[in-house]
């Protein structure tokens, strides 16, 4: 059974910068593409930045692109992950929970929710203006 941990959330001031982390087990991540998503209140959840399996190949919302950065650290022939997602020059905007998931259907991102097999729990990001 996968799991998806994040951690990493907090308060934060307009300007500021946090680093989340995703730690996933379970069963092998070497051909399976990674993403981050985040939900705000009232709102529908919403793609930010996905990786290949190889790390090779990102993608990133608009919103986003050049404040954001998506990373992975593979455990080689182990079923362990680290997935991260660095935040600078954060927006209040930005507030929402964040969600680490992972797409065995294929090694490289999709921005569609469903196209995602395994999900964390979330956390909460707060961006204060």
């Known amino acids: 059974q996968v799991q998806l941990v994040e951690s990493g959330g907090g308060l934060v001031q307009a300007g500021g910068s946090l680093r989340l982390s995703c730690a996933a087990s379970g069963r092998t991540f070497s051909d399976v593409a990674m993403g981050w998503f985040r939900q705000a209140p009232g709102k529908e959840r919403e793609f930010v930045a996905g990786?290949?399996?190889?790390?090779?190949?990102?993608?990133?919302?608009?919103p986003v692109t050049g404040r954001f950065t998506i990373s992975r650290v593979d455990a080689r022939n182990t079923p362990y992950l680290t997935l991260y997602l660095q935040m600078n020059s954060l927006k209040p905007e930005d507030t929402a929970v964040y969600y680490c998931?992972?797409?065995?259907?294929?090694?490289?991102?999709?921005?569609?929710?469903?196209?995602?097999?395994?999900w964390g729990q979330g956390t909460q990001v707060t961006v204060s203006s």
């Open positions: 998931a992972a797409d065995y259907q294929s090694g490289y991102p999709t921005t569609n929710s469903y196209d995602y097999d395994y």
């Open positions: 990786i290949s399996w190889s790390g090779g190949r990102t993608k990133y919302a608009d």
